[in-house]
């Protein structure tokens, strides 16, 4: 596609749910990262794939955050038990590979979570 | 543990005053530096690098940044605002494949 897209935008649930967040990223892009961007914290890194697997998941706050990439390309971030901690807007990049420091991450609008 | 620190939370210049955003950064070895820009309701916008050879590097936008090693500093400048570049601005250094930004500066325009 012409650029990062996530689904849905917006995303209100109530506390105790879980929730599934998606990124689609540039078509041909083999790195994919996860970073998430609260008031408190500011943007913060989350996780990343270099195709399907998770070289790095330091950033990923508690076992209630878990993310997975099938075929080298979409990914789902998944929050259980969410909790109104967990609100904030988060945003998914890629690049076209994670070998070099020099590659542009291109990020996605990113979504929206409100937990009540 | 590489950082960055944006000293500033909040600017406000007049349109067509010059801007400048002041971004320090704590980092190991040879620093690879980016300045995004995220405009209301919207995802991260790369307005420039620096990963090597000169110093002072063109954005988009009319952007421009200049790297001072004996500073630790990657400061944005653009010579004349408009008020279409009211955003937040994010400096950030690369680590270990992913980015550390700082905590932003948000940039209002006065008319």
């Known amino acids: 596609g012409a650029g990062v897209s996530q689904s849905p935008s917006n995303k209100v649930t109530e506390k105790g749910k879980d929730v599934e967040l998606r990124c689609d990223p540039i078509?041909?892009?083999?790195?994919l990262y996860w970073y998430r961007q609260s008031l408190g914290q500011g943007l913060e890194f989350l996780i990343y794939?270099?195709?399907?697997?998770?070289?790095?998941k330091s950033g990923l706050p508690s076992d209630r955050f878990s993310a997975e990439r099938t075929g080298g390309s979409v990914s789902t971030l998944t929050i259980q038990r969410t909790q109104q901690e967990d609100s904030a807007v988060y945003l998914c990049?890629?690049?076209?590979?994670?070998?070099?420091?020099?590659?542009?991450?291109?990020f996605g609008p990113g979504t929206r979570l409100t937990v009540l | 543990a590489q950082s960055v620190t944006q000293p500033d939370i909040h600017i406000t210049v007049s349109e067509g005053a010059s801007l400048e955003l002041r971004c320090n950064y704590s980092?190991?070895?040879?620093?690879?530096l980016f300045w995004y820009v995220q405009s209301p309701g919207q995802g991260l916008q790369l307005l420039l690098k620096y990963f090597s050879g000169d110093t002072l590097v063109q954005g988009i936008k009319g952007f421009e940044a200049e790297f001072k090693r004996s500073q630790s500093s990657f400061n944005l400048r653009k010579p004349s605002v408009h008020w279409s570049d009211a955003a937040e601005y994010f400096c950030?250094?690369?680590?270990?494949?992913?980015?550390?930004f700082g905590q932003g500066t948000r940039l209002t325009i006065n008319p």
């Open positions: 078509s041909g892009h083999t790195a």
């Open positions: 794939f270099q195709g399907n697997s998770a070289p790095d």
């Open positions: 980092y190991g070895a040879t620093p690879y």
């Open positions: 990049a890629s690049s076209f590979s994670s070998g070099y420091r020099t590659d542009t991450q291109y």
């Open positions: 950030a250094v690369i680590g270990s494949q992913k980015l550390v």
